[in-house]
């Protein structure tokens, strides 16, 4: 398994996330409920909104493709409020992870990572970053959206989250 096989599956995770924002937003309409019920919905007072959960997981799987191969981080603005908002940011981190090959990748494993977040920081090899950092960060923000949404009265189950096979 490769760097860029992570990165394929930090990709497949979000398509599914982006099914799951479907459901969630035909669920809203069919119940009358305000889209920013569920945008803002969150598990607990003190945990980030279900929205927040969406940026840290796509900003995290942007940031491991553009870290890993040297290439520039894009910035992106954490403006969304609707649910077409949300769906265009996850299709914006699906497609820029589509611009990269797996020859870009070759020397990552070696690739020292530097992040920094306020006063601390941060050092990896590219190996350690993906499966130390990337992948459990990622993870977990995508299965709070998801926990969220289930939460908040959304039928959805495990199926949803992994997907179909492929």
Do not use: C
């Amino acid at each position: 398994m490769t760097l860029y096989d992570l990165i394929l599956s930090l990709k497949r995770s979000l398509k599914n996330l982006d099914a799951i924002v479907s459901k969630a937003e035909a669920y809203a309409e069919a119940n009358k409920i305000a889209p920013d019920v569920l945008i803002q919905g969150r598990l607990r007072p003190d945990m980030l909104p279900f929205v927040a959960q969406i940026r840290i997981a796509t900003d995290t799987a942007k940031g491991a493709a553009a870290r890993l191969t040297g290439s520039e981080l894009p910035k992106w603005a954490d403006d969304e409020a609707t649910f077409e908002q949300v769906h265009q940011r996850i299709r914006k981190a699906i497609d820029y992870l589509g611009t990269f090959d797996a020859d870009q990748f070759e020397d990552a494993e070696g690739r020292d990572i530097e992040l920094k977040f306020g006063p601390r920081e941060f050092r990896f090899n590219g190996k350690d970053y993906m499966t130390n950092f990337v992948l459990p960060n990622f993870y977990f923000h995508v299965s709070v959206a998801y926990a969220i949404l289930r939460y908040s009265g959304l039928g959805i189950g495990k199926t949803d989250y992994l997907g179909g096979a492929s």
